[in-house]
């Protein structure tokens, strides 16, 4: 599916699942406003490339947002994706991604980075009492990977906390969140035995400076390991 330019589209109680034959993302978001929501109390919608058996899309195995695009999703599940290059479920290039809710698990791969990439200038907004990010793997960080992205993770006030989890994530650099500059904050979170062979078994972090910020509040850390 793509999304033009322009264009404001709402998927209500749509799932979509490839067979990892097609060379682009799942959703290729060009700079429209996206939203994916359930249908009434409909279960989660799925989407998943299924580690992309056959071809696999270069950037965003499942979604690719691009041109300033604006995307929320409501209780999705992106699961079992990936891409050849970066990114296994979403690939967050420019413009915003707000997660309200669902899953990102199981999106693996031995190349490059996480569940979720928020490039330099984009925006990734994690605000949901129940989510999960759960058994990714990459080469550097395996639930999300930002370079220079603005990443703010934190429980919503107005939903039942059920889970707020980023446990058994895998890289070989922060298991769990690699940060290169710009802006991390993180409030009420739980990152549970997420494991690196090098360094930052939950969360590795560079660059941070007088123009940038890391912060990390009411967050509970267990069972992360690292070798060194």
């Not at 359930?38 to 690719?64: D, E, I, Q």
């Not at 639930?143 to 429980?155: H, K």
Request: some cysteine.
């Amino acid at each position: 599916m793509t999304v033009n330019s322009g264009a404001t589209l709402i998927l209500e109680g749509v799932g979509i699942e490839v067979n990892g034959a097609e060379p682009r993302s799942v959703i290729d978001n060009a700079g429209d406003t996206l939203t994916i929501e359930p249908n009434g109390s409909s279960g989660p919608c799925l989407f998943t490339n299924h580690h992309g058996v056959g071809n696999r899309t270069t950037l965003g195995g499942v979604l690719n947002n691009r041109n300033g695009g604006t995307v929320t999703t409501v209780t999705a599940n992106f699961n079992d994706s990936t891409a050849s290059d970066k990114d296994r479920a979403i690939y967050d290039e420019s413009g915003s991604v707000t997660i309200r809710g669902g899953s990102f698990n199981s999106n693996n791969s031995s190349y490059r980075r996480g569940a979720i990439d928020v490039e330099h200038g984009a925006t990734l907004n994690i605000l949901s009492s129940n989510f999960m990010i759960n058994d990714n793997s990459s080469f550097t960080g395996g639930a999300i990977f930002s370079d220079g992205g603005i990443v703010t993770m934190q429980r919503d006030p107005n939903q039942t906390l059920a889970s707020v989890s980023i446990a058994s994530n895998k890289s070989e650099g922060g298991g769990a969140i690699f940060a290169l500059g710009d802006q991390l904050t993180i409030d009420s979170m739980q990152f549970l035995d997420n494991s690196t062979p090098g360094d930052g078994g939950a969360i590795w972090f560079s660059d941070i400076g007088p123009k940038a910020a890391a912060s990390i509040t009411h967050t509970y850390f267990r069972q992360n390991a690292t070798a060194r």
